[in-house]
């Protein structure tokens, strides 16, 4: 009831999913060390406090309780995040209390950049800029992409690749999970 929907259940009976991932893990290290800098810097001025300031310790305790929850309620949202691409559209799923789904149609596509920074290669994530036809979209920066030769050549290949090929692909795996017994949607 509380959970995010899964991003499969936007897909349509007649879409192929090509690619699901989460955000590389490297997206928090910016909030993490943040985080453990403000704990750090708390555990400090309380050592240095006199001991009859009891209530000056509590208050930063409290700051400290809030510095956790925030990290806790990033790495929550980066866990449920989904960057899905089917044949069709490019779908971010996001939000842990409201849901958001951004959306832009594979046909908008016109251009494609890939970008890779020096830790990008020593961690593996990059960033893939995708413009459309005259307008910025929601979806034109997607950063901290792990896998990203894999998911640009992916994305390559459905925009600007053999339609006629993909579509006699798509059909053969239509054809595969009527012969297991799965449902498809017409």
């Given at each position: 009831m509380f959970a995010p929907r899964d991003?499969?259940?936007y897909i349509l009976g007649t879409e192929r999913r090509v690619i699901k991932v989460r955000r590389h893990w490297s997206v928090l290290l910016g909030d993490t060390l943040e985080g453990a800098a403000l704990?750090?810097?708390?555990?400090m001025?309380?050592?240095?406090?006199?001991?009859?300031?009891?209530?000056?310790q509590n208050v930063l305790w409290y700051v400290g309780l809030f510095v956790v929850l925030r990290l806790s309620y990033f790495v929550i949202e980066w866990w449920v995040e989904r960057?899905?691409?089917?044949d069709k559209r490019f779908m971010i799923a996001s939000g842990v209390f409201d849901s958001k789904l951004a959306m832009m149609p594979v046909?908008?596509?016109?251009d494609l950049t890939y970008e890779r920074t020096?830790?990008?290669?020593m961690f593996g994530f990059g960033t893939l800029v995708v413009e459309s036809a005259g307008q910025i979209q929601a979806l034109n920066r997607i950063e901290f992409?792990?896998?990203?030769?894999?998911?640009?050549?992916?994305?390559?290949?459905?925009?600007?690749g053999d339609k006629k090929a993909q579509a006699d692909r798509f059909s053969m795996i239509k054809a595969q999970r009527i012969a297991?017994?799965?449902?498809?949607?017409?």
């Open positions: 991003p499969d259940d704990l750090v810097g708390l555990m001025i309380s050592y240095l406090l006199p001991e009859n300031a009891d209530i000056v960057i899905v691409v089917t046909t908008k596509v016109t020096v830790l990008g290669r992409l792990p896998y990203p030769e894999e998911v640009y050549d992916a994305i390559s290949e459905l925009v600007f297991r017994g799965k449902k498809m949607v017409p």
